[in-house]
């Protein structure tokens, strides 16, 4: 499912929504039980279970006993204490939270003081610390899942470490938007399983004064912050006693450590980076040499900086002195080749360096065998450059150096190849970005498209405020082959405050549904919306232009969505037509004469994606005006651009305030948007976590009608008796249509074991053939990704599927160059990878052996997903059971076809996180209305009726012929 923005407001100390909760109709925690009075366990006596009588316990929190209190008064009051593993603590622990108190958690590493994200807990948090200053704190979370959803940027490095680490003592610092912050997944089960079922952003820090040490006990973080809290979870002595490790990755993958706890730096390097020490005797001459080929190597193939991809190359020598520059002719040599080494220092190989080592390589045998002596420990990441060795230049002339970086170089391409087996990007692959000259003129982006514009009230408006640059899909190769992505413009970066000005339009235009277009008759309303329709036909071109520089959609693809998008239009407004002409009869009923009709919900809040930012976000606003709302469209993070040449259309063609447009960051526009409580309906196309996120800040959830298309993981089942070319055509279709990037994509193949080799065979062969390359050339399939960083998490996914046993079959399997990323077909996967189990949105194409088919039906009943499922065979009996065991888990079953949304006249919806509400075109006009009717006793009223009825009186109440 296609990325929208995440909604909220960020607080200065978080870095992230402080909006995200609704705020509580009260003001504290419910009324608190009195327990018995105990000693907390961990504070004085032996550590261990209380009785069971003494679970919960409540003391008074004397201020003269603790020596700070006369200075930080607090709030003096009584800390309501639970076991750990008490059934209530959960409960009240969350209420707490909810409720914007203050926790002691326990964790793996010190007890901690927790609060929700919201602007008077984070106070208190601050109060309670003794701080004045706006230090951040870190954000609880229960999986690396929930980091990705909060929009942090994840390198390889930040995986590697989450993975390695999680749950567990380390916090790593992301980027998320513009800002930091820290992300924490504790090792403890009760605060993991805690923020899990939060449905609030929780922030902790350890649960001391500023200034005094970690608490390892409840006792001592009772003594500390007691007063403070509201309530406190006894969890014993924390295992491991001191803080976690702070670990700051940045963009582009660098690790810094901010704060050492638990987690040494030898631990962290070790896992963060995948350190390739080259080692030679002097470290003047050959491993100098070496590190700089083998950086600028690793660059080509894996088509961007290594660093972020998780690499890092240094050298060193076995009996080097420190300080010495590179050798003359090393450096010019190099230079040759554009690489610089003049800022080269030699240095001796040292155990610290060995140990942070992914992998040490040796120039010559002797150089691995003083390096394994040496180090015993390490021996096993020792490796031969060249087992005959490289010989040593020192000395020579410029042609003996020259010499020595062609053999090394020779070397290098092996290495990569075999020993540390380096996903390529093959010349042919990265050969398929042009030049600025190889741009065909018809393909070359509209440069007129102005992104500084917004629409309130009827008024297209310009910004003056801060923009954000637009980026093509499409890397452009530079004089040295350097890839680099054109900037097709910019895009406003409207305010909290300009979004609240769309809302109160369309607020006004609403008028408490008394506003002209919510009363408007139905043939009015179809005629504003055709008009609109018949304006943007002539924007045809220049939309799918857009399409396909910012999301990489295939021309032909591009100009099908603006088709696709038109069509929609006009089937919705036959169908609103026939619904209002069915409407318009007068029934009678047990002495009473009605006519039904549909009326509008209020204002809408439509989100759509950016896989597909023209129709999907169409697909909401359309039927959401055609009932009478109006709207407030927030644009997707990518894939902007092409909805602007339609503002000034909208701007005609609809009453002031009926269709507001805005552009920027999620969490300033939509927090303010839902937390002011005037969002009737909410259109949201994207992730369930940021879906539930966004519709939790609505501080009246339950009036909220939503609207949501969200993730799927959409299987196909192939069965031994199935059509082997009919099933590969048609899933290599479903799952590699626009790189995969589609809800509907089939993300997950199950194949009988007894076909299962063969199948992936075929599938393979059909994969390595289909056509990359740009979006404007002709037949092509695989293009380039809009995401950022979407090629390294790809990557991720399948080398976590390859270290649990699959292997990627294609030869270009994963091959990947600047934003392209050529599919790879795995086999087996095994069903605990997480490429089995996660949506990857992208292209890669697992395959799954099964021996019984109730494998599979546990499967899909167990997944979080239930949209669509594809089932592939030709024995009606085996194929009706399946559908029967399936019905009550997906909402389309397609049989020897691949799942899709059309054609639009169907219902289109899911279950579980797959969806809510339903997008077919007759479901979605009556999805953004409400049945509404006028009533009158039969016969006395009749009369009445038909007066209104035949001298048109009224706009709802009328007849059609």
Avoid at 449 to 472: F, K, T
Avoid at 793 to 810: I, M, P, Q, S
Avoid at 858 to 873: H, N
Wanted: neutral net charge.
């Amino acid at each position: 499912m296609g990325t929208s923005s995440v909604a909220g407001t960020r607080d200065p100390s978080t870095g992230f929504d402080a909006r995200s909760t609704r705020r509580p109709a009260s003001k504290g925690c419910p009324p608190r039980k009195r327990s018995p009075v105990g000693p907390a366990r961990g504070s004085s006596g032996p550590a261990g279970r209380s009785p069971r009588g003494r679970a919960r316990r409540r003391f008074r929190n004397a201020p003269g006993s603790l020596p700070w209190s006369p200075m930080h008064p607090g709030r003096q009051g009584s800390l309501e204490v639970y076991d750990a593993d008490d059934a209530e603590a959960m409960a009240r622990a969350a209420s707490a939270l909810r409720a914007g108190e203050l926790v002691i958690l326990p964790t793996e590493t010190v007890y901690g003081l927790a609060a929700c994200a919201e602007p008077r807990a984070l106070a208190r948090l601050r109060d309670a610390k003794g701080q004045r200053a706006q230090k951040p704190f870190a954000r609880l979370v229960p999986d690396l899942a929930r980091v990705a959803a909060a929009g942090a940027r994840l390198p390889a490095s930040a995986r590697r470490l989450a993975e390695r680490f999680w749950p567990g003592p380390l916090t790593l610092v992301l980027d998320v938007g513009r800002e930091t912050v820290g992300f924490r997944v504790p090792g403890h089960p009760f605060a993991r399983r805690l923020v899990a079922a939060l449905d609030i952003p929780v922030v902790a820090t350890s649960a001391n004064r500023s200034g005094q040490p970690p608490p390892a006990s409840f006792g001592a973080a009772r003594d500390a912050v007691g007063p403070y809290a509201a309530l406190g979870v006894d969890g014993g002595p924390c295992p491991l006693g001191v803080p976690s490790t702070v670990v700051r990755v940045a963009a582009d993958g660098e690790a810094k450590i901010l704060r050492e706890g638990f987690l040494d730096r030898e631990s962290i390097a070790r896992v963060s980076q995948r350190l390739v020490v080259f080692v030679c005797t002097g470290n003047t001459c050959r491993s100098p040499m070496a590190a700089a080929l083998f950086e600028a190597a690793l660059a080509r193939r894996l088509g961007v900086d290594p660093r972020a991809a998780g690499w890092s190359v240094a050298s060193a020598g076995v009996a080097a002195a420190r300080g010495a520059p590179a050798a003359a002719n090393a450096v010019a040599v190099l230079r040759d080749r554009g690489l610089d080494i003049r800022q080269h220092r030699s240095r001796p190989l040292d155990e610290e360096l060995v140990a942070r080592a992914w992998r040490v390589i040796g120039l010559t045998p002797g150089h691995r065998q003083s390096i394994q002596e040496a180090w015993p420990e390490h021996a096993d990441k020792v490796l031969l450059l060249d087992p005959r060795g490289v010989p040593d230049p020192i000395g020579g002339d410029l042609a003996t150096y020259r010499a020595c970086a062609e053999h090394i170089e020779r070397r290098l391409e092996h290495l990569l190849d075999t020993d540390l087996a380096v996903t390529s990007a093959s010349t042919e692959l990265r050969a398929r970005f042009p030049t600025p000259a190889d741009i065909p003129p018809h393909a070359e982006p509209d440069p007129d498209v102005d992104g500084a514009r917004y629409l309130i009230g009827g008024r297209v408006l310009r910004w003056e405020g801060p923009c954000d640059p637009v980026h093509g899909v499409v890397c452009e190769r530079g004089p040295g082959d350097e890839l680099s992505r054109r900037v097709l413009g910019r895009i406003a970066r409207l305010s909290g405050a300009v979004a609240l000005e769309a809302l109160d339009a369309a607020v006004a235009a609403w008028d408490l549904g008394r506003g002209p277009w919510p009363r408007a008759a139905v043939a009015e309303r179809i005629a504003a919306v055709r008009s609109f329709a018949e304006a943007i036909r002539p924007e045809r071109e220049r939309v799918a232009k857009l399409l396909m520089w910012e999301v990489g959609k295939p021309y032909r693809s591009a100009l099908a969505e603006f088709d696709r998008t038109i069509d929609y239009i006009d089937r919705t407004l036959e169908a609103l037509d026939a619904l209002d002409r069915r409407s318009s009869r007068v029934h009678t009923e047990g002495g009473v004469l009605a006519q039904v009709r549909r009326a509008p919900l209020g204002v809408t809040l439509c989100m759509g994606p950016f896989n597909y930012p023209l129709n999907e976000t169409f697909t909401t606003l359309i039927p959401a005006l055609c009932m009478g709302n109006t709207a407030v469209v927030k644009l997707p993070k990518l894939g902007r651009l092409c909805n602007l040449p339609l503002l000034e259309h909208l701007a005609a063609c609809f009453p002031p305030g009926v269709v507001n447009v805005i552009s920027g960051d999620g969490a300033e526009l939509i927090g303010p948007i839902m937390s002011s409580g005037k969002v009737d309906v909410l259109a949201f196309i994207g992730s369930s976590t940021v879906a539930a996120i966004v519709e939790k800040q609505h501080p009246a959830p339950y009036r909220l009608t939503t609207v949501l298309g969200m993730d799927a993981k959409n299987p196909a089942v192939i069965l031994p008796d199935a059509d082997l070319e009919l099933a590969v055509a048609q899933c290599v279709q479903g799952a590699l249509s626009f790189n995969g990037q589609r809800c509907t994509a089939l993300k997950t193949l199950y194949a009988h074991e007894d076909i299962a080799d063969e199948f992936a065979a075929r599938v393979s062969e059909a994969v390595e053939s289909l056509p990359c390359g740009m979006p404007w050339e002709d037949e092509v399939v695989i293009t380039p990704l809009p995401e950022d960083g979407k090629p390294e998490r790809l990557t991720a996914l399948l080398e976590d599927a390859v270290a649990r046993g699959a292997r990627v079959l294609n030869p270009r399997g994963g091959r990947t160059a600047g934003t392209l990323f050529f599919p790879a077909v795995l086999y087996p996967v095994a069903p605990d990878a997480e490429l089995a189990t996660v949506e990857q949105f992208g292209p890669l194409v697992p395959i799954v052996p099964f021996r019984d088919v109730a494998e599979v039906q546990s499967a899909i009943a167990e997944s979080p997903y239930g949209q669509q499922v594809s089932l592939f065979g030709s024995d009606p009996a085996v194929l009706g059971g399946l559908i029967d065991a399936l019905a009550n888990q997906v909402c389309r079953i397609n049989l020897n076809r691949y799942c899709s949304r059309g054609p639009d006249v169907f219902p289109f919806t899911g279950r579980k996180n797959s969806a809510e509400g339903t997008l077919s075109i007759e479901d979605a006009l009556r999805t953004f209305s409400i049945e509404s009717m006028v009533a009158a006793s039969d016969p006395s009223g009749r009369p009445l009726v038909e007066e209104i009825l035949a001298g048109g009186h009224s706009a709802f109440l009328h007849r059609r012929e």
